[in-house]
Structure formats: structure tokens, C-alpha cells
């Protein structure tokens, strides 16, 4: 869920950025300096040279370590975009308007082009769709060899740019056809970007700024710090449709290497600018981060979530254009680059080139991190001290994790009477065979071992969510109790309780909802079917605050007697640790904290594993710098205590884990040795379901 600021607030925060352009400019480094080889980089600037290349700027840990143009070329000297446009002009305003709540990525685009409505196929696609090269319109190119202006019918007008109603836009809503199922994959489409900018506009008719242009001068452009003289976009056209300013976005577009390159800086730190959030953190992740349907695409960004090219981290992205233009951003190197020229190679749109003549001695040439030692230092310390019990924890190779159901995440679970694990994802497909229709939150059983375990998708009419991507109500929570499951969710205004008694197959939801703090709650699971319990009550924990976005100071704990929990009035709170045993309350407003670690409360699982006697907590860190969070990159924790409410010592603590551990994990005890000491970490990293086996070692 975004947090959606108000619009003077919007103001404010870009007048004060307004008020920092002159604070900040590139400063320049020497490669070694910032853990890369100059040798390298020389080579890469030969190599480029020698094909086509107008610019080439590298910029690694926020310093230009290299920069190079040609003789007819110059660091103020603006060059074409072509395509780069849909990520930088198309991508980039629908974060803005993700951040002002105007709109939201599983709308239907019929919600902004009514005559889409009595349509069968287009009234199906939605914007992450048009944004993703998956809605099925049609491309304006033919097979990316027949020259734009030998185009003829409505490929042709689609590039001569007449005006109005033969211009792009009334083109591409009117004459261009679908030719698939809308999400069944992909195909890149020119009029599609055309047509998501098209939705963003009729989104901002009640807005300051009307058109895209003005819109990415006011919210974007000025306040990160961009000279007028220095980009242009849109072909320097307007187009005015039904009352509507459009400006083109999938190509049109003029910027200097660094100004393309302070986009790459913005959308590297997460929408801030030097302490000013110009676009919200999570907007920033659903326009970079793979869009969940085929292809290797997010929201006009390209990326390589699914390994596209393997030498280049997964968490790259990157906006590309005809004649290979390219800004590419690589959040786990702190790296951004930008090239600019011709083709690199006569085959005009041979994309590949791309990689081999670029992204690969690019990362080739990353000798490692600046300043190790230094970083180290400066890193955030574990909050609780080192566990006498578990006093370290070998993880399995990586390359032996074990991930399934591309796509989703969340996946809390728990252990059922029937033997089998019961889970729930959001904003994705399920297991394979993967359904068609994108979940918020969909339903799984998880049958069998660790190494070997089957996932079936299970379809519920009363307790699917579909669509809505951050705003879409989601799984948090899964325990069963006496053949009882019970569902918690967040995104529901807060979060809400359902529960079913027929393993899964239909659900009763309360009717009421946690109202303060308890955004994010999660239960404390036992092992089968709540065997092993401490006593007679369920255990509820949650970061301290009303959703599940913004990270909070500490997490409080709740407990339900395990016959009551549908039951609100039944609920108490901890308060503080008194004694040997802790103080309740029934009034929440007297809460307390179990578990503090500030700015680092985010999402979290927690089971008992009854081999050791300890009850096991993983918590997500969020200090990852990549915008799309740890699920590519970043740390977590694991805390062990002898008890529901600690006290807490640390048996693992990570700021960077060597994959991404995603945003959600826990140690599942069906999973777990008779001895605890081999468990299985379940979490969300690269958006899979993923498995990887642990030995913990555990003091005699």
C-alpha cells in the first residue's frame, strides 16, 4: 500500500528539493577507489569506441568513475532516446502517479478508455499489462527491419505523427488490434506504451499537472536537479485527444548522459533525492521490478529477474532504445551507466549486443567493493547478543536452493492435521501449472519433503483477492488449530482474520479488524496441527504499526485463547516483561514492545522448534539499498528465545545474505530434524517460493 502524501505536502517536497539542486553534483573518482579496474574500463571504452559509441559514463558507490565522448559529442550535448522513452518518460510518470494514489497497475485501462469497454479483448488488459508488453496490441514495427517511414495503413501513421484523429494515440486505441489473450504473453508494442501513457493522462485530469511533460518537469526533473537545456520529450508534440494532452513516451526523447543518469541515481535510491522522497519507495519497486507476466519486462524498464543474461546481477534494470541506448542500473553493485550512439552491431536490433559489448565488461570490471572495512564498521549491528545455544548456522550452496511458483511471494505456513503444509501468496500465479489469473492472495497445499515437495494451487471463491498489486489484500498469516485454519491478511485497512474448516476450501471472514497497530500480523506456529503447544493460547505478532510498508520501532505480541480467536474481545496484549512472566492487557493502547530494533520492524515468521526448545524468529532487514527490496538483495536475522516473549539472542545476523532473502521467511517445523538442529528456511526471495536446507550449530 503507498503511502499517498497530500498535495501540499507534495509540494513542499518538491519545493525543499527544489531548494537542494545545487547541493548535489557528480563528483568524480578513481576507479580503483570505487572497486573497479581502470584497465577494464579502458578496454570497454575502445571497444564501444570502435562501434558506433557517442558517450560512455560509468558511475559506481555515487561517483563518475568514467566518462568518455566522442570528438562530435559532449557531456551537455543531448542524444536521441528512442525506446529508453517508455521506461524514462512512460515508467517514470506512472510512479509519480503510483505515489499520488491517481491510479493503480491492475486497472482495468477500460477504466481510462471508455471505448475499450464493450470490447472482449481490450476491455480485459489492464496497465501493468500495457506497461509489461503483455496486453497483446499490436506493434506498430514489422519485424524491426521496415524502416518507419516505408510503413503504410495505420503502422505508417502511427510514426508520421498527423494530427488528431490520425495522430499516435486515436491510432493505437482505435485501429491497433489485440492478437492474444491479454497476460498469456508477451510482445513489444510500441502502441501499448502509447496507450499506458494515454491511462496516466486521463488519471491526472483532477491533478496540477496535466500532461506528462509538466508533470516530469515539476515532480521529477527540476528537483533532481536537471537544467531545462539538458532533455526534452514527446517530440516536442502535444496531442490533444477528447480534451486529453498527450505526449509521446515510447520514443521522442533528448538527454545527456548524466541527466539520463540522474534518473538511474533516483530510481537506484528508491524515489529519494538526498533526503527528499520524491517518489514513493514502493512505486519505484513496481515500476523496475519484473511485471509477473512473460517476458523480461516491468513497467516500460527492461530486467533480468529471470536471468536473462546471466553474468549481470538479477536485480539489474535497465531502459533501452533503437541503436542500443542504454541507462542501466544495478542496485547490488551500486553502479549505473549510460551509452549512447548507433548500432553496435549491423544487425540493427540483434539486443544481445548489447550484453556482450557492454553489460558484461561492465560487470567484469567491478573488482569489489569500495572500502570493505570502512562498510563493514558502519554497518548495523544485530539488536540482541549472540546466542549461547546456536552459535552459527551453515547455509547449503545456493545453487542448491530449491524454488518454485515464479512470481509469487508471502508464503506463510503451516503445518496441517492432514500431513501436508497450507500457504498463501501474493501477486502472482500459484504453483505450476500456474493459474491465469494474477492473486493478491491465492491459496497453496505444499506436499511432501523439503528437497522434493509438490505445491497445488487451491481455488477458493471466499477468500481469493485478485489483482490490486500493493493495494491488494494479502496474506500474512496461516496456523492451524484443531482442524481450524485460520488466515490472517493485512491490506484490509489494517488486517483482518478469516478461517476455514474445510482445509482451505471455503472461508468465513471476521467482521471485525485489528484498528491499531497489528498492520502486518503473523502467527506463532507450533507443529502439527498445534501439537507441541506451550498452553492453551494462540500468539499473534506484528510490526508496531497499521501496515505492512513502513518499517516500525518494534514488534508487539498478542494471545487469543485457541478456542476463542475468532473472538476480538478475547484478544490481550503484552505490555512488559514482569518477572518470570509477562503483564497482559486487554487495552491495546497499552501495548508494549517484544522485540526492538528501530527502523528494522518489518515482516517476520516464527515457529518453536521443539528439538532445541526454542522458539526460532526470522525477520526481513530492510536496509537493502535496492529498490525493489531484499528480494534481490539484502540481509535478515534469525533470533532464538526460550520463550514466546524472549528474551532474545541472536543465532544469525546478516546485513548482506549472499542471495536475496526476500520479504517474508520462517523455518517451518514440519521441516525440521527430531533434534532441530537441520532446518529449512521457506522465503520469498526472487519472487519464488525458495527452500534452502541449514545446520545449526549447537553448543553440547
Not at 490533444?240 to 535510491?269: D, E, K, Q
Request: hydrophobic share 35%.
Amino acid at each position: 500500500m503507498f503511502r499517498v502524501l497530500s498535495p501540499c505536502l507534495l509540494l513542499l517536497s518538491a519545493s525543499l528539493a527544489l531548494g537542494q539542486q545545487a547541493r548535489f553534483d557528480w563528483q568524480t573518482a578513481q576507479p580503483a577507489g570505487q572497486g573497479m579496474s581502470a584497465e577494464k574500463l579502458q578496454a570497454l571504452q575502445d571497444s564501444l569506441a570502435a562501434k558506433n559509441t557517442k558517450a560512455l559514463l560509468v558511475i559506481r558507490n555515487d561517483r563518475i568513475v568514467w566518462e568518455w565522448y566522442a570528438a562530435d559529442h559532449s557531456a551537455t550535448k543531448t542524444h536521441y532516446t528512442a525506446s529508453m522513452a517508455k521506461a524514462l518518460v512512460g515508467g517514470v510518470a506512472v510512479g509519480v502517479a503510483l505515489t499520488d494514489g491517481l491510479l493503480n497497475l491492475d486497472d482495468p485501462a477500460a477504466k481510462y478508455i471508455p471505448e475499450w469497454k464493450g470490447d472482449p479483448l481490450k476491455s480485459k488488459i489492464t496497465l501493468r499489462q500495457l506497461g509489461s508488453h503483455s496486453s497483446g496490441v499490436e506493434d506498430a514495427e514489422v519485424d524491426n527491419i521496415i524502416p518507419h517511414d516505408q510503413l503504410t495503413g495505420w503502422k505508417g501513421d502511427f510514426w508520421k505523427r498527423l494530427p488528431v484523429p490520425n495522430d499516435p494515440f486515436t491510432v493505437s486505441r482505435d485501429k491497433a488490434p489485440v492478437l492474444f489473450e491479454p497476460g498469456s504473453k508477451s510482445a513489444y508494442s510500441n502502441p501499448g506504451i502509447a496507450l499506458l501513457t494515454y491511462c496516466t493522462t486521463v488519471a491526472l485530469k483532477d491533478a496540477p499537472h496535466k500532461d506528462v511533460r509538466t508533470l516530469l518537469r515539476e515532480r521529477v526533473m527540476r528537483p533532481i536537479g536537471v537544467p531545462e537545456n539538458e532533455w526534452s520529450i514527446g517530440y516536442g508534440q502535444t496531442s490533444t485527444v477528447a480534451g486529453v494532452p498527450l505526449v509521446g513516451s515510447w520514443g521522442g526523447g533528448n538527454y545527456t548522459a548524466r541527466t539520463a543518469a540522474r534518473i538511474g541515481r533516483l530510481m537506484l535510491r528508491g524515489g529519494n533525492w538526498d533526503g527528499q522522497q520524491l517518489l514513493a519507495e514502493d512505486a519505484v519497486r513496481e515500476i523496475t521490478s519484473d511485471a509477473g507476466f512473460p517476458g523480461p519486462w516491468a513497467i516500460g524498464w527492461w530486467t533480468n529477474n529471470s536471468g536473462l543474461y546471466p553474468k549481470l546481477p538479477k536485480d539489474a534494470f535497465w531502459a533501452a532504445g533503437a541503436g542500443n541506448q542504454i541507462l542501466l542500473v544495478v542496485p547490488s553493485l551500486q553502479l549505473i551507466a549510460v551509452r549512447n550512439g548507433g548500432n553496435l552491431s549491423p544487425a540493427r536490433e540483434d539486443r544481445s549486443v548489447v550484453n556482450t559489448f557492454l553489460f558484461e565488461p561492465l560487470v567484469a570490471a567491478v573488482t569489489g567493493q569500495v572500502g570493505e572495512a570502512r562498510q563493514s564498521a558502519a554497518k548495523p549491528a544485530a539488536p540482541y547478543p549472540p546466542s549461547k545455544l546456536i552459535v552459527g548456522i551453515e547455509w547449503a550452496p545456493k545453487e542448491s536452493i530449491v524454488r518454485k511458483a515464479k512470481g509469487g511471494d508471502n508464503w506463510p505456513l503451516t503445518w496441517a492435521d492432514d500431513d501436508h503444509q497450507y500457504t498463501a501468496y501474493g501477486d502472482g500465479f500459484g504453483f505450476e501449472p500456474q493459474i491465469k489469473q494474477k492473486l493478491s492472495l491465492g491459496l497453496c497445499r505444499v506436499e511432501g519433503g523439503p528437497a522434493n515437495f509438490t505445491g497445488i494451487n487451491l481455488r477458493s471463491e471466499t477468500a481469493e483477492k485478485k489483482g490490486e498489486g500493493m493495494h491488494g489484500q494479502k496474506a500474512s498469516g496461516l496456523l492451524m488449530v484443531d482442524g481450524v485454519l485460520y488466515l490472517l491478511t493485512r491490506n484490509a485497512s489494517n488486517a483482518q482474520l478469516a478461517w476455514s474448516k474445510d482445509h482451505g476450501q471455503s472461508w468465513i471472514w471476521a467482521d471485525w479488524k485489528f484498528t491499531t497497530s497489528f498492520g502486518c500480523p503473523t502467527f506463532l506456529n507450533f507443529g502439527k496441527n498445534y501439537a507441541g503447544a506451550r498452553d492453551e493460547f494462540v500468539y499473534v505478532y506484528s510490526p508496531d504499526g497499521p501496515n505492512a510498508y513502513e518499517p516500525a520501532n518494534q514488534w508487539v505480541l498478542a494471545r487469543v485463547p485457541k478456542t476463542r480467536i475468532t473472538e476480538q474481545a478475547a484478544y490481550e496484549y503484552f505490555q512488559k516483561q514482569g518477572g518470570e512472566t509477562p503483564v497482559w492487557t486487554q487495552n491495546i493502547d497499552q501495548r508494549g514492545g517484544v522485540f526492538r530494533n528501530p527502523g528494522n520492524c518489518y515482516r517476520s515468521g516464527i515457529t518453536y522448534n521443539a528439538g532445541l526448545k526454542r522458539y526460532l524468529w526470522c525477520q526481513i532487514l530492510t536496509t537493502s539499498t535496492h529498490p525493489q527490496g531484499p528480494r534481490f538483495q539484502g540481509g535478515f536475522g534469525i533470533y532464538d528465545a526460550p520463550q514466546p516473549w524472549g528474551p532474545w539472542t541472536t543465532a544469525f545476523y546478516t546485513t548482506e545474505w549472499d542471495v536475496g532473502p526476500g520479504e517474508t521467511s520462517s523455518l517451518p517445523t514440519k521441516w525440521m530434524s527430531a533434534d532441530g538442529r537441520t532446518v529449512h528456511l521457506a522465503f520469498s526471495g526472487d519472487d519464488y517460493f525458495s527452500v534452502r536446507q541449514a545446520k545449526l550449530n549447537v553448543t553440547p
